[in-house]
């Protein structure tokens, strides 16, 4: 599978759909990553949080797919936060991953109650501009909290993974990116599997297009031009969910599916995450 790529702000291109490896164990992570890997996907979402680095670092070096063919994502924690943690804490992560640089640094959240995240990009600056990080980004940042990063900072985000799926379309943020060139990543693509694979709306629409709910969901992300990463273990959900490269969703099809939109979020709220 040749799946498309974004080019982010640095020029670098990620590819659109990635692998996510949340609440995977660390002991189980390994087997899962290599078939993602031997299934195409070559980009992959961790973070210091998810206790899986150092497998996710594992499945890598038994893959026998060249470093520079990959996409390695990692996030820096909360509790790590502020100037000098950060420079601790991605040492850290590279060190469990086992690489000499990953392709994005993300800021997990913004905790604006501890009001640290400038001078923690300051210091993602930093690994950017000795090359450890290759692109720098944000993940759950609102549109008050990158415009505070515009203002105090010099590097413009390359990504900001949040949120995302047909009961919560991000219609502002994604247009406030559009605008400054940060490129949106979406986090829970699938709304975690719960309850939206389930809604008749998908399914009449998996069943015109001869494809999954999963898979009609996916593509609509790609068709809002979202980079995505869904999380599965299973190894036929691995497949199906890059199995989405060969058909396109009809306009009114897109419409209908943002018609989902109810807010709901399945993760915690960005303004209070402490
Ligand atoms: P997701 O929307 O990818 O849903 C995953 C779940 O959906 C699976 O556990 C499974 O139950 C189900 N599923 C997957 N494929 C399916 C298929 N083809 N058919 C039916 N059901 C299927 O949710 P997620 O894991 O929360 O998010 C994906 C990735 O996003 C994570 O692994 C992680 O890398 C990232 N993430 C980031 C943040 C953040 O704060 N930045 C938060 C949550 C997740």
Do not use: C
């Not at 992560?93 to 690489?99: A, C, F, I, N, P």
């Amino acid at each position: 599978t040749q799946v498309p790529t974004i080019t982010l702000n640095t020029g670098a291109a990620m590819p659109q759909l990635g692998y996510g490896v949340f609440q995977v164990p660390a002991d189980e992570v390994v087997e899962p990553v290599l078939t993602a890997l031997e299934a195409g996907y070559r980009s992959i979402d961790t973070a210091a949080v998810y206790g899986n680095e150092e497998g996710v670092g594992r499945a890598i070096a038994q893959s026998d797919i060249p470093r520079e063919d990959l996409f390695v994502t990692t996030k820096l924690w909360n509790d790590s936060q502020g100037y000098d943690n950060t420079l601790a804490a991605f040492d850290q992560s590279l060190q469990r991953l086992g690489l000499d640089h990953v392709d994005l640094y993300l800021i997990h959240w913004p905790v604006p109650a501890k009001d640290r995240y400038v001078d923690t990009w300051k210091a993602l600056e930093k690994l950017h501009a000795d090359g450890r990080a290759k692109a720098i980004g944000v993940s759950n940042f609102h549109i008050p909290h990158l415009r505070r990063l515009l203002a105090d900072t010099g590097v413009v985000p390359a990504v900001n993974q949040i949120e995302l799926h047909p009961n919560l379309p991000q219609a502002d943020l994604r247009a406030f990116h559009a605008e400054h060139g940060i490129a949106t990543e979406a986090w829970s693509p699938l709304g975690q599997g719960k309850g939206l694979l389930d809604d008749p709306t998908l399914g009449s629409l998996a069943e015109k297009y001869g494809r999954t709910p999963a898979q009609i969901v996916l593509r609509w992300h790609l068709e809002l031009g979202n980079i995505t990463i869904p999380k599965s273990v299973t190894p036929s959900r691995i497949r199906e969910n890059l199995d989405v490269f060969d058909f396109e969703l009809a306009d009114d099809d897109v419409k209908a599916i943002a018609a989902l939109d109810n807010g709901t979020r399945v993760g915690p709220d960005p303004d209070t995450l402490n």
